[in-house]
Antibody, heavy 115, light 107 residues
Framework: AVQLVESGGGLVQPGKSLKLSCSAS????????MHWIRQAPGKGLDWVAY???????VYADAVKERFTISRDNAKNTLYLQLNSLKSEDTAIYYC?????????WGQGVMVTVSS | DIQMTQAPSSLPASLGDRVTITCRAS??????LRWFQQKPGKSPRLMIY???NLAAGVPSRFSGSRSGSDYSLTISSLESEDMADYYC?????????FGSGTKLEIK
């Protein structure tokens, strides 16, 4: 079965950096584009970034120039490098795979930006 | 960027009611529209894809429709397990956008 497991979250000070990981299993990771989506506490879903199977990338305006999505197909792992963090980046971060007729989500990882 | 305007933000309803949630797209998105259900502490669950297609395992009381740039999710007869947050998502462009969400709650 498809499984996505995020890790790397935690408490970080404003202006600092953090790197999230998403370990994928149960499918041929290298063949699929992947997304990061976040959800601030008590708020709605907010799409963050996408990386294609060929490593092309797209970012939401709010995170462009600060976040970097990448992948390591040999390790079946998706990454999100978060730089210059702001309090408004506090959220649960989900990795997800969107197919034409289905979607798969991880359980999410919490990132808290606070001094 | 494509904006998705979702309404209402909150929808009090009674069990057995027919309820409808709507998203309006700021540009043409064709049928690149999905609906998600999210319960507290859980990851979102796909309910509708391609604007009108029921995802696997979703009860038949859920349906999706389109009228021009307006997309709707309808629950024909509300059950207690349907109380959740619902979001639309456009995937016409690589830069995806979610609607702001609708909280469906018991009246």
């Amino acid at each position: 079965a498809v499984q996505l497991v995020e890790s790397g979250g935690g408490l970080v000070q404003p202006g600092k950096s953090l790197k999230l990981s998403c370990s994928a299993s149960g499918f041929t990771f290298s063949s699929y584009g992947m997304h990061w989506i976040r959800q601030a506490p008590g708020k709605g879903l907010d799409w963050v970034a996408y990386i294609s199977s060929s490593s092309g990338t797209v970012y939401a305006d709010a995170v462009k120039e600060r976040f970097t999505i990448s992948r390591d197909n040999a390790k079946n792992t998706l990454y999100l490098q978060l730089n210059s963090l702001k309090s408004e980046d506090t959220a649960i971060y989900y990795c997800a795979r969107f197919d034409r007729v289905g979607t798969y989500w991880g359980q999410g990882v919490m990132v808290t930006v606070s001094s | 960027d494509i904006q998705m305007t979702q309404a209402p933000s909150s929808l009090p309803a009674s069990l057995g009611d027919r309820v409808t949630i709507t998203c309006r797209a700021s540009q043409d998105i064709g049928n690149y529209l999905r609906w998600f259900q999210q319960k507290p502490g859980k990851s979102p669950r796909l309910m509708i894809y391609g604007a009108t297609n029921l995802a696997a395992g979703v009860p038949s009381r859920f349906s999706g429709s389109r009228s021009g740039s307006d997309y709707s999710l309808t629950i024909s007869s509300l059950e207690s397990e349907d109380m959740a947050d619902y979001y639309c998502l456009q995937s016409k462009e690589s830069l995806l956008t979610f609607g702001s969400g609708t909280k469906l709650e018991i009246k």
